[in-house]
Every structure is written in structure tokens, then in C-alpha cells.
């Protein structure tokens, strides 16, 4: 599995992360997510999981976690990066219909832009939810302080 | 935000079961042309609660995340802690939690069952459906002290053996709620009305299923045989004989069949694993000192499909970030593809055929296209369905012969 995602995606990987024979992690520019994507998702025909968005200390990480579920149940996870000052990255609604909730979630949640989304609105938030205030992220408190 | 009093509901989390969510759907007459989902009513933030927990208390945190499928995340989580770690669970634990996980699928799959009896018009099926569910509901009691939240769960094993004198009662139980479930199988398959009503109606493609990441029986009836206790085995479910159940249509009759006839595997597989652990003895759960600095992804095939934990850890006894995905946040939008073009009356248990929740069609309520006004409240769709049935049963001017043999 690690050899065919190698000589699929060779130059756009930038480091590969194997923590068991089961789950592998790809770290890749968010320039390539779109390509990379495409690449796991239409041509090796990966299912699509879900998006875990992680706050670190000096930038915005984005795990998007596909299954290849016919060759052993292995997780591929990309991993790729966004800066901290107006995080933004490339929308896949139009590769993966099915991505446009969790991006909805993770724009409202942690404040990561997703450039070309056509529907960026609250989902789990009311709808007059300060501006620019994003609950998830690191400073703020469980008691809304 | 310093001096507003709010009380902040943080975390993306979606209510499987039992929960408020909101449909709107958009009619050009009897005909649906769109779907809109407003959430977030029970917004409980359990993903920011969780990284303010120690992992112990996390597998109860994320236990409370739903009702009907409670012991779902802590295995799931589990795995994840597992995973991140490399804890290999003692043998014992392993057909423990093979037990627990397919009670739950039994009894999540009985209680849809009776719901969508209820909305079809078929009460006494509800009634009685519900019946059979109790006798699973006392093994639960029996295993865990609980006949909800059973709080089994531990990183590196489980919390609670169960006793040799239990397995007779517990195995005599099961035969007789397999007994009841043939039954209902062979009724539904050989009833003209239900086929009447649910044949063609709300169909998923193979497309479908991998454009929205649909899961779960949703997925298995459409032809896709995805299960994770099989792709990705853990617990004990390499360890026990049973199959994958698949159907090709995608249609809401092929999902009742799929969920109908996975209970009786997975009657299977709890009766081998009773079988593998009467009469020895052995440990139930390995000793967690430290968790590592790292990360881990964990998923459990819920009765609704793939649950998906990851967690990260910096090497602290808290978790930096704790991910999780439940199957109807995948399941939900197929919606989109499954309602569209159908009329109003069959919406209703095609929204129902997800196994969403019942008070998620509950807070149904139809929109005139033109006029943007409300037509029709949740009480008049499940009448405009029992009608339909009604009038079908009229047609065909019989009903099932096992139907009055279980009524």
C-alpha cells in the first residue's frame, strides 16, 4: 500500500508518517490537497471518512482521513498545514459532495476559510453567532469566557 | 464576550437518536424537489468537554453522546486509545466486547424496526417488536447492571466479567428472540403491502453511497459491503464465524431486510463468544499506566454504520484534540439523493429507512414551494403514510399469511 500511494502521489508527498501497518500518514503542501485528494479518492477509490481540524501552537493542521476498506481496512490520513494569521484552504466540495458539512463545521468551529465553498453558513451554531469568534479554538473556555 | 452570561454549547457533535434536528422540504405539489437540514438544537460541544477530561473519564464522557447506541464511541474511542498506544486487549475482553457491541445492533435494530412499523400504519408491529426487544434489553441488565449506558468499557479491556451461571439464561434469551426475529423476517418478505410500500422507493446507488461517504446497513443494501468488523477486525470479530450482509437494490424494503437479517448474525456471533468464554477464566483488562505522546484513529461498525474517533495526545493525561464522526453525519445528507423527485407520503419513511431518529422526522414540516409557507405538520405526514398503506392493502385486498400468524 505505502509503494502505490509512493508512485501515485511521488513528488507531492513531503513526509510519510507510519504508525502500524493500519493507519499511514501523509503530510502534503495544501497547494496539492485537491490533486492528492483526487488522486486517493477517484482514482484508488478510497472512502471518504471524515476531516479533523486541530489548532497547534503556531498554525491550523487539517487531517483529511480516507479507508481503503477492500485492502486490509488501511486509514490514510493527509495531513497538510494552514497559517495561523487568516487560515484558508481549498473547498472539495466539487470532488466529494459528501465533505460539505464537515467543512461547514470545521469553518465555524476553529475560523479555517474554505475557499470556494458554495453554502459557508452556521451548521451547529445559531445563526447570529459572533462574528469571529470560534469556540474550538485553544483560548477559549467551556464556560464561553 | 467577558461579561455576556452565556452558556456556550462548543464542539461539533451530532445527536444520532432521540435528538431535535430539523427537515425542510421544498414541494412542487405532491413532489419533493429539495431538502434542507438545520442542527445543532442539542449542540453539546462534547469534543471541547472531552479535551477538559482525562482519558478514563472520557470513555464515559463520549458513552453519553447517545442512548440507543451507548456503548458505540467507547469502543470506538478504545480503539482509538488502543491504536495510539499499541495495547493489545486480553482474549477474554475482546468476545466481551463482541457481545455488548452486537447486543446493541440487535436492540438499535429491533427499536428502528418498530418505528418504521409505526410509520407504515403497522402499530402492533411497534407494540410487539418492542416486546421482543426487552428480553435483550434483561441480558444487558444481566451483563452490565444497566439496561442503557452500560459502561463496560475501559481502555485495554472491559470493566465487568460475565459469570459462568449467567451464560444458560443468557444463551436461552437470545434462542428465544432469534425465534421472533425469523419470524418477522419471513413476514416481511412475504408481505405484499409492505412490498407494496417500501419496493423502489428511496433508492441509494453504489454512486450515491461513495459521493456522500454513507455507511453502514445504508451502504450494505445499496450493494456495497462495507462493514468494518470485517475489513478492519478487532475486538474478537476475526475470532467468530458470520458474514456480511448485502442486498442490491438500495431501497428501504432492501434495508429492513439488511437490518432484519444482520441481527441474526449477529445472534451468531454473540453465541460463539459465549461459547469461547464459558468455563475458563482469564484476565479481563490490561493495566494502563501512561499514554504516549502521539496520535490514534479508532472506528467501530455502530448499528448505524462507522463510528470514527482520533484522538491526540501530547504525552499529558488529556487529549489535545478528540475527533469524532458519527455515522448519520455521513448518513443524513444522502437525503439529497434519496428524497428529491419522491412524494411526500413515502418521504416519511424514507427519511425514517437512514435510522436517523425519530424526533428528527418528528420535527418535519412541508413548505409550499411558491408560497414558502408551512403545509403540512409531522402527525399529518405519518397519516398521509398510514393512508397509503391502507389504500395499497385495499388493492392487493389481502395481506400477509405469517402477518396473522404473528399477530
Known sequence: ?145 | MANRKVLVPIGPYHPLLEEPEYFQLYCDGEDVVDVEWIAGYNHRGIEKLSESKHYDQVTFLVERICGICSTSHPIAYCNAMEDLAGIEIPERAKYIRNIIGELERIHSHLLWFGLAGHFLGYNTVFMWVWKYREGILDMFEMITGNRNHYGMLKIGGVRRDIEDEDIPILKKTLSQVKGKIQMLTEAVLDDPVLAARLKGVGVLTKEDIKNYGAVGPIARASGVDIDVRKDDPYAGYNLVEWKVITTENGDVFDKTVVRLLECLESIKIIEQSLDAIKGKKGQICKEVREIPEGEGIGHHEAPRGEVFHYVRSDGTNRPVRHKIRSPSYVNIPTFKASCIGETIADVCIILAGVDPCYCCTERISVYDKDKNKKVYEFSDLVKMSVEKTEKIKKEIGKEGKLWKKLL
Request: proline share 3%; hydrophobic share 40%.
Open chain 1, 1 to 145: 500500500m505505502i509503494d502505490k500511494l509512493k508512485e501515485k502521489l511521488k513528488d507531492i508527498i513531503k513526509d510519510i508518517k507510519i504508525h502500524n501497518e493500519k493507519k499511514i500518514y501523509l503530510t502534503i503542501d495544501k497547494n496539492d490537497l485537491k490533486k492528492a485528494v483526487n488522486i486517493i479518492f477517484n482514482e484508488m477509490g478510497a472512502r471518504f471518512q471524515t476531516v479533523s481540524g486541530i489548532e497547534n501552537f503556531n498554525n491550523f493542521e487539517l487531517l483529511y482521513h480516507f479507508s481503503f476498506d477492500k485492502e486490509g481496512g488501511i486509514i490514510v490520513s493527509l495531513r497538510t498545514f494552514t497559517e495561523k494569521e487568516k487560515p484558508e484552504i481549498e473547498s472539495l466540495t466539487g470532488l466529494i459532495p459528501g465533505i460539505a458539512w464537515i467543512e461547514r463545521e470545521i469553518w465555524e468551529l476553529l475560523g479555517i476559510n474554505f475557499v470556494g465553498h458554495p453554502n459557508l453558513k452556521h451548521f451547529l451554531l445559531r445563526e447570529d453567532w459572533e462574528e469571529n469568534y470560534y469556540p474550538l479554538r485553544k483560548g477559549v473556555k467551556t464556560n464561553g469566557k
